[in-house]
């Protein structure tokens, strides 16, 4: 395949779209508002903050289209959920909750300037070559209609690439034979993914299930005995990462090289401003 971009620089494009779509299952914002809507539980108000654009789905869909999450868990809460709260009712409060949380984060004074509104335009463009084809997540976000404030328009595109880049990295899983548990251990493993405290206070998964899954991995030679990557495990890291920018190309390609750069830039310096801000634990990423 040929590109007219840098390589990674559409992968380095969403890393800076990426974690400020992310701000919203940090932000207190959610569970205050979550529980005006009848929620009590936190993980029930991210997994339906997640999901609503799938509709009423049962626990099945999730672990499906989430892949790293105890279905265990997921079947605690849905569809119980929504009968707490409807999926057009859950979508309309995350859409509050982005908003009060990104004038906090960012300030007013970023959210009506100039470089917001060029964000929310580059990255909308991008999303016109993303395609739904077997990207549920992706697909269910591309339904709602874009809004109208460039600040929660630019918070929408980031959702589409991120979903649209999500969804095609659960093929490469899939190619790469690393179940849901194993893919969150050698994440883990890079110093990139989430701590595995987080992980598994939020996945749903138990100690044992990550040390078996460790295990599993040691035994395809991609941990060594200290649990850190070997050279086999860090090129397959590598080559999941490599294979999901192909599924994932189109959009940086329908920018050109010019608004990616550009796009990434500006995503730099609200996610700067947005962490500077406190938007995520300090604890979040590591090995630890």
Known sequence: MTTSLPHRAGRRCHNALNPLHSTLFFSPDLDSEFKT?????????????????????????????????????????FPAVWETASP?????ARL??????????LGEEAIGSPEMAEAAELALRATEACTRHARPLYAGNADLPVPEEP??????????????RGDGHLVALLSAGLDPVEAL??????????????????????????????????????????????????????????????????PYEHLGAA?????T???????????AAGAFPADLIGKG
Do not use: C, I, Q
Request: hydrophobic residues 45%; proline residues 2%.
């Open 37 to 77: 809507l009848g929620f009590d539980d936190p993980s029930a108000m991210r997994l339906v903050a997640r999901s609503a654009v799938l509709g009423a789905v049962g626990p099945g869909t999730v672990a499906a289209t989430f892949y790293n999450y105890n279905h265990e868990l997921l079947a605690r809460h």
């Open 88 to 92: 057009a009712a859950v979508l309309e």
């Open 96 to 105: 509050r909750v982005v908003d009060t949380t990104l004038r906090r984060l």
């Open 151 to 164: 600040h929660l328009a630019y918070w929408h595109a980031a959702t589409l690439l991120r979903e649209h």
């Open 185 to 250: 251990v050698s994440h883990t493993a890079t110093g990139k993914g989430m701590a595995p405290r987080w992980v598994l206070g939020t996945r749903g998964w138990r100690r044992a299930d990550w040390e078996a899954a460790v295990e599993r991995l040691r035994d395809r030679g991609l941990l060594d005995a200290a649990g850190e990557l070997t050279d086999a495990g860090s090129d397959l890291r590598a080559e999941l990462e490599e294979h999901t920018d192909r599924l994932d190309s189109a």
């Open 259 to 263: 608004g990616v750069e550009r796009l």
């Open 265 to 275: 830039e500006l995503g730099r310096g609200f996610l700067f401003t947005a962490a």
